[in-house]
C-alpha cells in the first residue's frame, strides 16, 4: 500500500468557485505528479515536479496552477471551476532512482464535479 | 506519435478461467513498460514493470511478456478471481527525457462473473 493521500475523496461544487485538492506523501519521493483521467480514456499529465520549488506544466492543458513548497505537498488549485473541470484528478510521486525503472505511487484520487 | 493501444476495450470472464490482455504501443525510444490495476474509483496499481531485456515478468496470477521486437505486451491472468474486476492498464516510458515520461493506454476493462 503507497503512502500517498489525496482529499477530498469526492467534491461536488457550484461554477466560479476556487478549490483545492490536497496531495500529501510520506514517502520521501522528491518527484510528484498531477493526472487527469476521463471515465473510459486514459491519464493525461497535467503538471509535474522535480522538488521542491519545481514545477512543470504536463501535455495536457489545464487551467489548474501547483505549487511544491515542502516535498511531501503537491496541492492542485482551480481559481473559478467550470463544468468543463469535472474529471478525476490523480496524484502520484516517485523517487530518484537509477534510470527510467523508478515506479509511480497512485493516490486514491478526488473525483471533482462542477455543476 | 508515441501511442498505446490495448485490446480488447473489455472482457467478462468466468471466476476461475484465464485471460489475456494485449498492448502495442509505438513509444520510442522504449525505456520500460509496466501494466497497472486500477480498481473502480481508485488509483492504478503496479503489478510487473518490464525493461527492454526482460521478456517476461511474473506477479502471483499476473503474468506479463513483452516483445520489444514487434513492440508488443500482454497480461495473462489465471484462475480468475472476483476481485480482478478491474481495469487493466499498459504504460510504456521513454527515455528521451530526464523525466521518463509514461504513455497510458485507455486500458481493459475486466469482468469476472461468479
Known amino acids: 500500500e503507497a503512502d500517498i493521500y489525496q482529499t477530498p475523496r469526492y467534491l461536488v461544487i457550484g461554477t466560479g468557485k476556487k478549490i483545492t485538492l490536497e496531495c500529501s506523501q510520506t514517502?520521501?519521493?522528491?518527484?510528484m505528479y498531477w493526472y487527469q483521467q476521463d471515465p473510459g480514456m486514459e491519464l493525461h499529465l497535467i503538471h509535474y515536479?522535480?522538488?521542491?520549488?519545481?514545477?512543470e506544466k504536463g501535455d495536457l492543458s489545464s487551467e489548474s496552477t501547483v505549487s511544491r513548497i515542502r516535498t511531501e505537498h503537491f496541492p492542485l488549485t482551480l481559481e473559478s471551476a467550470r463544468p468543463s473541470h469535472t474529471s478525476q484528478y490523480l496524484c502520484?510521486?516517485?523517487?530518484?532512482?537509477?534510470?527510467?525503472?523508478?515506479?509511480?505511487?497512485f493516490g486514491p484520487g478526488t473525483r471533482l464535479t462542477v455543476t | 506519435k508515441n501511442q498505446v493501444e490495448q485490446s480488447p476495450q473489455s472482457l467478462i470472464i468466468l471466476e476461475g478461467k484465464n485471460c489475456t490482455l494485449q498492448?502495442?504501443?509505438?513509444?520510442?525510444?522504449?525505456?520500460?513498460l509496466r501494466w497497472y490495476k486500477q480498481d473502480t474509483g481508485r488509483g492504478p496499481v503496479s503489478l510487473t514493470i518490464?525493461?527492454?531485456?526482460?521478456n517476461t515478468k511474473s506477479n502471483g496470477r499476473y503474468t506479463a511478456t513483452l516483445d520489444a521486437d514487434t513492440k508488443q505486451s500482454s497480461l495473462h491472468i489465471t484462475a480468475s478471481q472476483l476481485s480482478d474486476s478491474a481495469s487493466y492498464i499498459c504504460?510504456?516510458?521513454?527515455?528521451?527525457?530526464?523525466?521518463?515520461?509514461?504513455?497510458f493506454g485507455r486500458g481493459t476493462q475486466l469482468t469476472v462473473w461468479p
Open positions: 502520484a510521486s516517485s523517487g530518484t532512482g537509477g534510470g527510467h525503472t523508478y515506479e509511480q505511487y
Open positions: 514517502m520521501g519521493h522528491d518527484k
Open positions: 515536479s522535480y522538488g521542491v520549488n519545481s514545477t
Open positions: 498492448c502495442n504501443y509505438t513509444v520510442s525510444p522504449f525505456s520500460n
Open positions: 518490464m525493461t527492454f531485456s526482460e
Open positions: 504504460v510504456v516510458s521513454d527515455r528521451g527525457s530526464t523525466l521518463g515520461r509514461l504513455y
